[in-house]
């Protein structure tokens, strides 16, 4: 965001063939964190929940979530960095910046740290990469889901709601499925093969296209520590379903359908009424309303205060 150009900074070379490979980048941050023990005074700022122990400079790391604690079968490895180096690291820092409330409340809940040490500030969305697209016309009638092939992103009950409306419409699946075996299972088990359409690695032109044309955006996740792809939905024109009780109700208010993520015939139910042109529009019309809150010049605004006072501290 442009508001971090004014944050004066010492500047270390990031070579290009580490920063774009993560175990290699990995490597590199733990070299980086060894540099900066050199440094007396200032402040450490990191977009990932990731920093140094050591040193006296003072800290301030966002977490955008707790699901390697929350769902570990997901995530084996970074289940035991979260496990153990993760408090340590939260609890050594001056700031811990968090997207929702329901975050800062599980890191109440996990993490043993104080209120007034952790400050909610959404998440947000670039105005000039996600906007309502109708350029192209698409030739089918599609629901869209967006998110990796995880537990808790609640894919499978997704397929399962589809299966009522596979003979009008398709699925379109946005994202790293991973092993794919099981889904690909369950589609040939109810006879979807041809209804459901997976699409991995698109352009963000592409995805707001999707987005734009999409009768909803499918979104039912167990667990979201924000739910980036709700706010994309509401930039784009999008009716979005998403999770009663969520992340995502914090910033959607009232911009979307609401449904039980257990319950695959809330689901469909959801599905069935965001059909009706009424509805759709009115969720369009205030989903777009609520979004250009959300950008991420506004979060990179409210991030650059907590480094300002950090800084005259």
């Known amino acids: 965001g442009e508001p971090f150009l004014e944050v004066p900074c010492d ?54 979530d707790l699901i390697p604690l929350i769902f570990p079968d997901d995530h084996s490895l970074s289940y035991y960095y979260y496990r153990y180096y993760l408090p340590r690291l939260l609890r050594s820092s001056y700031r811990v910046i968090v997207p929702s409330r329901r975050t800062k409340d599980d890191v109440l809940n996990m993490m043993n740290l104080k209120p007034e040490k952790i400050e909610v500030i959404p998440n947000g969305y670039d105005p000039e990469e996600f906007y309502p697209d109708k350029e192209r016309e698409v030739p089918f009638d599609y629901f869209l889901f967006v998110g990796e092939n995880r537990a808790y992103k609640n894919i499978k009950r997704v397929i399962e709601a589809f299966k009522k409306f596979a003979g009008d419409y398709y699925l379109v699946i946005v994202g790293n499925m991973r092993d794919d075996s099981e889904l690909k299972s369950i589609i040939s088990q109810y006879e979807l093969d041809k209804r459901v359409i997976f699409k991995r690695g698109i352009a963000t032109s592409s995805l707001r296209r999707l987005y734009s044309h999409a009768k909803a955006l499918v979104f039912p996740s167990l667990y979201e520590g924000f739910g980036l792809p709700a706010l994309e939905a509401l930039a784009t024109g999008c009716p979005l379903i998403t999770t009663k009780g969520s992340s995502m109700e914090e910033f959607v208010q009232d911009a979307a359908l609401y449904v039980n993520p257990e319950s695959i015939e809330d689901i469909e139910t959801a599905m069935e009424k965001v059909l009706d042109e009424d509805v759709k529009n009115e969720i369009i019309k205030k989903g777009l309303f609520i979004s250009k809150d959300f950008t991420w010049e506004n979060t990179a605004r409210k991030v650059k205060k907590i480094i300002d006072e950090a800084t005259l501290l």
């Open 11 to 64: 500047k270390i070379d990031i070579p290009e063939k580490l920063s774009m490979d993560y175990g290699r980048s990995a490597i590199w941050r733990r070299l980086l964190f060894y540099h900066i023990y050199s440094f007396k005074r200032g402040v450490f700022y990191s977009p990932i929940p990731e920093g140094p122990l050591v040193g006296t400079l003072k800290k301030i790391i966002t977490l955008h």
